[in-house]
Protein backbone atom coordinates (compact mmCIF):
# COMPACT_ATOMS: atom_id res chain seq x y z
CA UNK A 1 0.00 0.00 0.00
CA UNK A 2 1.34 3.46 -0.88
CA UNK A 3 0.19 6.27 1.46
CA UNK A 4 0.79 10.21 0.41
CA UNK A 5 0.44 12.49 2.79
CA UNK A 6 1.09 15.89 1.36
CA UNK A 7 0.32 19.48 2.95
CA UNK A 8 1.42 22.78 4.24
CA UNK A 9 4.45 22.95 6.60
CA UNK A 10 3.80 22.92 9.92
CA UNK A 11 0.71 21.31 9.28
CA UNK A 12 1.45 17.94 11.42
CA UNK A 13 1.97 16.02 8.30
CA UNK A 14 5.33 14.25 9.32
CA UNK A 15 4.32 13.67 12.57
CA UNK A 16 0.91 12.02 10.91
CA UNK A 17 3.22 10.09 8.17
CA UNK A 18 5.67 8.50 11.00
CA UNK A 19 2.51 7.36 13.22
CA UNK A 20 1.05 6.24 9.83
CA UNK A 21 4.47 4.28 8.62
CA UNK A 22 4.91 2.61 12.49
CA UNK A 23 1.13 1.70 12.69
CA UNK A 24 1.14 -0.16 9.37
CA UNK A 25 4.63 -1.70 9.04
CA UNK A 26 5.79 0.47 6.25
CA UNK A 27 8.86 2.65 5.28
CA UNK A 28 8.61 6.25 5.32
CA UNK A 29 10.36 8.63 3.45
CA UNK A 30 10.01 12.54 4.57
CA UNK A 31 10.67 14.20 0.77
CA UNK A 32 10.92 17.69 2.77
CA UNK A 33 14.29 16.51 3.84
CA UNK A 34 15.81 16.13 0.71
CA UNK A 35 15.19 19.76 -0.65
CA UNK A 36 16.24 20.78 2.40
CA UNK A 37 19.49 18.86 2.01
CA UNK A 38 19.84 20.78 -1.30
CA UNK A 39 19.17 23.57 0.23
CA UNK A 40 21.44 23.42 3.03
CA UNK A 41 24.23 22.37 0.61
CA UNK A 42 23.55 24.92 -1.76
CA UNK A 43 24.42 27.04 0.73
CA UNK A 44 27.67 25.27 2.19
CA UNK A 45 28.80 25.79 -1.38
CA UNK A 46 27.84 29.52 -1.56
CA UNK A 47 25.17 29.60 -3.97
CA UNK A 48 22.38 31.31 -4.57
CA UNK A 49 19.76 29.39 -4.40
CA UNK A 50 17.03 31.18 -6.75
CA UNK A 51 19.73 29.91 -9.54
CA UNK A 52 19.20 27.00 -10.72
CA UNK A 53 22.50 26.00 -11.83
CA UNK A 54 23.72 26.37 -8.36
CA UNK A 55 20.54 24.79 -6.83
CA UNK A 56 21.02 21.67 -9.38
CA UNK A 57 24.74 21.28 -8.82
CA UNK A 58 23.65 21.04 -4.68
CA UNK A 59 21.46 18.21 -5.64
CA UNK A 60 25.02 15.78 -5.91
CA UNK A 61 24.88 16.12 -1.54
CA UNK A 62 26.36 13.41 -0.02
CA UNK A 63 24.46 11.08 1.90
CA UNK A 64 26.00 12.00 5.22
CA UNK A 65 23.99 15.33 5.03
CA UNK A 66 20.64 14.04 5.61
CA UNK A 67 21.88 13.31 9.25
CA UNK A 68 22.63 17.17 9.68
CA UNK A 69 20.48 18.58 12.60
CA UNK A 70 20.59 21.97 11.05
CA UNK A 71 18.33 20.83 7.96
CA UNK A 72 15.20 21.49 10.69
CA UNK A 73 16.00 24.52 10.72
CA UNK A 74 13.81 27.48 9.66
CA UNK A 75 16.62 28.82 7.82
CA UNK A 76 17.05 25.95 5.86
CA UNK A 77 13.45 25.33 5.28
CA UNK A 78 13.02 28.05 3.83
CA UNK A 79 16.37 27.44 1.42
CA UNK A 80 14.62 24.22 0.43
CA UNK A 81 11.51 26.21 -0.77
CA UNK A 82 13.63 28.34 -2.72
CA UNK A 83 15.48 25.57 -4.53
CA UNK A 84 12.27 23.91 -4.67
CA UNK A 85 11.02 25.79 -7.30
CA UNK A 86 13.64 25.08 -10.28
CA UNK A 87 11.76 21.90 -12.49
CA UNK A 88 15.54 20.45 -12.45
CA UNK A 89 15.80 20.14 -8.82
CA UNK A 90 12.79 18.52 -8.60
CA UNK A 91 13.55 16.03 -11.76
CA UNK A 92 17.01 15.25 -10.11
CA UNK A 93 15.28 14.47 -7.29
CA UNK A 94 12.45 12.61 -9.03
CA UNK A 95 13.72 8.75 -9.32
CA UNK A 96 14.72 8.46 -5.56
CA UNK A 97 10.98 9.12 -4.53
CA UNK A 98 9.47 7.37 -7.06
CA UNK A 99 11.41 4.05 -6.29
CA UNK A 100 11.05 4.60 -2.68
CA UNK A 101 7.44 4.14 -3.32
CA UNK A 102 7.47 1.53 -5.74
CA UNK A 103 8.98 -0.58 -3.23
CA UNK A 104 7.41 -4.06 -2.94
CA UNK A 105 4.77 -3.84 0.17
CA UNK A 106 4.73 -0.07 -0.09
CA UNK A 107 5.59 2.73 1.40
CA UNK A 108 4.65 6.25 3.18
CA UNK A 109 5.82 9.56 1.79
CA UNK A 110 5.24 12.86 2.92
CA UNK A 111 5.55 15.87 1.42
CA UNK A 112 3.80 18.37 -0.87
CA UNK A 113 3.29 16.37 -4.35
CA UNK A 114 3.87 12.49 -3.34
CA UNK A 115 -0.07 12.29 -4.75
CA UNK A 116 0.22 14.05 -7.24
CA UNK A 117 3.21 13.66 -9.34
CA UNK A 118 5.37 11.13 -7.59
CA UNK A 119 2.95 8.55 -6.86
CA UNK A 120 0.07 9.57 -8.28
CA UNK A 121 -1.17 5.73 -8.21
CA UNK A 122 -0.99 5.76 -4.35
CA UNK A 123 -4.18 3.86 -2.72
CA UNK A 124 -4.18 6.35 -0.24
CA UNK A 125 -3.80 10.19 0.13
CA UNK A 126 -4.12 12.64 2.86
CA UNK A 127 -4.01 16.66 2.64
CA UNK A 128 -2.96 17.95 5.88
CA UNK A 129 -3.65 21.54 6.52
CA UNK A 130 -3.88 24.04 9.15
CA UNK A 131 -4.71 27.17 10.10
CA UNK A 132 -1.51 29.86 9.81
CA UNK A 133 -1.94 30.92 13.31
CA UNK A 134 -2.33 26.87 14.65
CA UNK A 135 1.18 26.31 12.77
CA UNK A 136 3.05 29.37 13.51
CA UNK A 137 2.03 28.73 17.39
CA UNK A 138 3.30 24.93 17.09
CA UNK A 139 6.56 26.55 15.45
CA UNK A 140 6.63 28.94 18.14
CA UNK A 141 6.27 26.68 21.13
CA UNK A 142 8.54 24.39 19.53
CA UNK A 143 11.18 26.83 19.23
CA UNK A 144 10.70 27.95 22.57
CA UNK A 145 11.37 24.81 23.87
CA UNK A 146 14.98 24.38 22.23
CA UNK A 147 16.03 27.55 23.66
CA UNK A 148 15.38 29.75 20.87
CA UNK A 149 14.98 33.85 20.64
CA UNK A 150 11.99 33.86 18.12
CA UNK A 151 8.76 35.93 17.53
CA UNK A 152 5.61 34.69 16.75
CA UNK A 153 4.89 37.10 14.19
CA UNK A 154 8.02 36.18 12.23
CA UNK A 155 7.08 32.61 11.89
CA UNK A 156 3.72 33.37 11.15
CA UNK A 157 5.06 36.02 7.99
CA UNK A 158 7.59 33.40 7.04
CA UNK A 159 5.17 30.65 6.47
CA UNK A 160 2.88 32.30 4.95
CA UNK A 161 5.81 33.32 2.50
CA UNK A 162 6.54 29.64 2.04
CA UNK A 163 3.08 28.77 1.46
CA UNK A 164 2.63 31.30 -0.87
CA UNK A 165 5.65 29.78 -2.48
CA UNK A 166 5.31 26.59 -2.61
CA UNK A 167 0.96 27.06 -4.37
CA UNK A 168 2.64 29.41 -7.11
CA UNK A 169 5.31 27.61 -8.16
CA UNK A 170 4.82 26.48 -11.71
CA UNK A 171 6.04 23.02 -11.52
CA UNK A 172 3.97 20.39 -9.01
CA UNK A 173 2.92 23.26 -7.04
CA UNK A 174 1.22 22.21 -3.26
CA UNK A 175 -2.44 21.10 -4.52
CA UNK A 176 -4.50 18.64 -3.01
CA UNK A 177 -4.61 15.51 -5.69
CA UNK A 178 -8.57 15.42 -6.62
CA UNK A 179 -8.65 11.94 -4.76
CA UNK A 180 -7.13 13.12 -1.64
CA UNK A 181 -9.08 13.11 1.87
CA UNK A 182 -8.30 16.56 3.47
CA UNK A 183 -7.10 16.19 7.05
CA UNK A 184 -7.79 19.79 9.13
CA UNK A 185 -5.75 19.50 12.16
CA UNK A 186 -5.72 23.23 13.25
CA UNK A 187 -8.20 22.21 16.42
CA UNK A 188 -6.79 18.66 17.14
CA UNK A 189 -3.65 17.73 19.61
CA UNK A 190 -1.20 15.34 18.57
CA UNK A 191 -2.97 11.98 19.23
CA UNK A 192 -6.42 13.24 17.92
CA UNK A 193 -4.32 14.22 14.50
CA UNK A 194 -2.99 10.06 14.74
CA UNK A 195 -6.13 8.90 15.62
CA UNK A 196 -8.21 10.46 12.95
CA UNK A 197 -5.33 9.96 10.10
CA UNK A 198 -4.97 5.80 10.82
CA UNK A 199 -9.09 5.68 10.60
CA UNK A 200 -9.27 7.58 7.17
CA UNK A 201 -6.24 5.19 5.79
CA UNK A 202 -8.76 2.14 7.21
CA UNK A 203 -11.40 3.73 5.34
CA UNK A 204 -10.26 4.53 2.40
CA UNK A 205 -8.27 0.74 2.34
CA UNK A 206 -11.27 -0.59 3.06
CA UNK A 207 -13.28 1.75 -0.26
CA UNK A 208 -10.64 0.47 -2.55
CA UNK A 209 -10.58 -2.86 -1.44
CA UNK A 210 -14.81 -3.46 -1.42
CA UNK A 211 -14.38 -4.86 1.66
CA UNK A 212 -15.71 -3.85 4.98
CA UNK A 213 -13.83 -1.53 7.47
CA UNK A 214 -14.16 -4.01 9.97
CA UNK A 215 -12.33 -6.61 7.91
CA UNK A 216 -9.26 -4.32 6.42
CA UNK A 217 -6.24 -3.43 7.82
O1 LIG B 1 8.05 19.65 4.37
P1 LIG B 1 9.25 20.56 4.58
O2 LIG B 1 8.90 21.81 5.35
O3 LIG B 1 10.42 19.85 5.17
O4 LIG B 1 9.67 21.02 3.10
C1 LIG B 1 10.63 22.02 2.88
C2 LIG B 1 10.44 22.61 1.49
O5 LIG B 1 10.74 21.61 0.50
C3 LIG B 1 9.04 23.09 1.18
O6 LIG B 1 8.88 24.46 1.45
C4 LIG B 1 8.87 22.81 -0.29
C5 LIG B 1 9.86 21.72 -0.60
N1 LIG B 1 9.24 20.42 -0.88
C6 LIG B 1 8.74 20.20 -2.13
O7 LIG B 1 8.77 21.11 -2.96
N2 LIG B 1 8.24 18.98 -2.48
C7 LIG B 1 8.19 17.99 -1.58
N3 LIG B 1 7.69 16.80 -1.94
C8 LIG B 1 8.68 18.20 -0.26
C9 LIG B 1 9.18 19.44 0.07
Request: hydrophobic share 45%; glycine share 8%.
Amino acid sequence: MIVAVDGTTASGKGTIAKALAARFSLPHLDTGLLYRAVGRQCWLDGGDPDDPVAALAACAFPEGLLADPELRSEETGGLASRVSVHPTVRRALFERQRAFALQPGGAVLDGRDIGTVIAPEAEVKLFVIASVEARARRRFLEMQAQGREVSLEDIATDLAARDERDRNRKDAPLVAADDAVVLDTSELGREEAIAEAIGLVKRRYAQTHGIPASKGI
